[in-house]
T-cell receptor, first 112, second 109 residues
Framework: EAQVTQNPRYLITVTGKKLTVTCSQNMNHEYMSWYRQDPGLGLRQIYYSMNVEVTDKGDVPEGYKVSRKEKRNFPLILESPSPNQTSLYFC???????????FGSGTRLTVV | EDKVVQSPLSLVVHEGDTVTLNCSYEVTNFRSLLWYKQEKKAPTFLFMLTSSGIEKKSGRLSSILDKKELFSILNITATQTGDSAVYLCAVYAGNMLTFGGGTRLMVKP
């Protein structure tokens, strides 16, 4: 089944403790992206990647890092999480970008 | 900065009603406009529009794009309670996908 898989689905962590949210797609898509969704602010793009080793900042990249060492994986790294990074995170992938993205099921992150 | 605005913010209708959701945009280097439906979890794809005036249709849902006036509408006819969701409009411009704030639709039996 074609899908984008994120892990974990839920995570509660403490301020400053490094964490990684994994994302993997099995559709051989070139494009991958991370979004956060907050009430009243909608979905905002954090980082995106158009191919292996090609990444670029979205609208809200501060406090996040990504890497794209292989086509299928696009992990999101929070080196020193803070409470304002508490949010619902979505990973998404696309063959071209133009035709829209397929979203993962989301990761609900709480930083205390 | 690219901007996508949806209206109304929320809408309550009864089963059988027809609804029209609006999306306007101001972006640089427009490439496509997309509609998504979000229930409890991840957004799911509905339509992609790139050309003005060509209606996309899927069952009771349809959408059209006006590239001159920079807007799109999503119509849902004969609404059902299963249509209750947040409907998201997004514009792919340059290499980025920018979302509007969404329209929350509630369909009452």
């Amino acid at each position: 089944e074609a899908q984008v898989t994120q892990n974990p689905r839920y995570l509660i962590t403490v301020t400053g403790k490094k964490l990684t949210v994994t994302c993997s797609q099995n559709m051989n898509h070139e494009y991958m992206s991370w979004y956060r969704q907050d009430p009243g602010l909608g979905l905002r793009q954090i980082y995106y990647s158009m191919n292996v080793e090609v990444t670029d900042k979205g609208d809200v990249p501060e406090g996040y890092k990504v890497s794209r060492k292989e086509k299928r994986n696009f992990p999101l790294i929070l080196e020193s999480p803070s409470p304002n990074q508490t949010s619902l995170y979505f990973c998404a992938s696309s063959s071209t970008g133009v035709h829209g993205y397929t979203f993962g099921s989301g990761t609900r992150l709480t930083v205390v | 900065e690219d901007k996508v605005v949806q209206s109304p913010l929320s809408l309550v209708v009864h089963e059988g009603d027809t609804v029209t959701l609006n999306c306007s945009y101001e972006v640089t280097n427009f490439r496509s406009l997309l509609w998504y439906k979000q229930e409890k979890k991840a957004p799911t794809f509905l339509f992609m529009l790139t050309s003005s005036g060509i209606e996309k249709k899927s069952g009771r849902l349809s959408s059209i794009l006006d590239k001159k006036e920079l807007f799109s509408i999503l119509n849902i006819t004969a609404t059902q309670t299963g249509d209750s969701a947040v409907y998201l409009c997004a514009v792919y411009a340059g290499n980025m996908l920018t979302f509007g704030g969404g329209t929350r639709l509630m369909v009452k039996p």
